[in-house]
């Protein structure tokens, strides 16, 4: 079993920057892959960045690119999202992912079977 818990979220201005943290414990996750997702209210969860933990590789929706980064620190157990440029429409939750059956990042959250709680983040105009 791996458990994922978020932090970092909050309120912020357009423009600002946040950075979550997701600490994983439990089962060490070496050769797989863990994503940052997103929910705004009304919408599906959708694939915000990923990263291959074997290689450090990531990858990133278009709507991100330029502005969020995915970033590991094995000695800590934590991957990170650092969120620059911050816009409204970057309000939602942000949950973190693993999967622990393939090392392939996949955009689907039902690849996923580790989930953390989720972390709330709202961007105000």
């Known amino acids: 079993q791996v458990q994922l818990v978020e932090s970092g979220g909050g309120l912020v201005q357009t423009g600002d920057s946040l950075r979550l943290s997701c600490v994983a414990s439990g089962r060490t996750l070496t050769s797989s892959t863990v994503a940052w997702f997103r929910q705004a209210p009304g919408k599906e969860r959708e694939f915000v960045a990923g990263?291959?933990?074997?290689?450090?590789?990531?990858y990133y929706a278009d709507s991100v690119k330029g502005r969020f980064t995915m970033s590991r620190d094995n000695a800590k157990n934590t991957v990170y999202l650092q969120m620059n440029s911050l816009k409204p429409e970057d309000t939602a939750v942000y949950y973190c992912?693993?999967?622990?059956?393939?090392?392939?990042?996949?955009?689907?959250?039902?690849?996923?079977?580790?989930w953390g709680q989720g972390t709330p983040v709202t961007v105000s105009s």
């Open positions: 992912a693993a999967n622990s059956n393939s090392d392939l990042v996949y955009y689907s959250p039902s690849r996923y079977n580790y």
């Open positions: 990263l291959k933990l074997g290689t450090g590789k990531t």
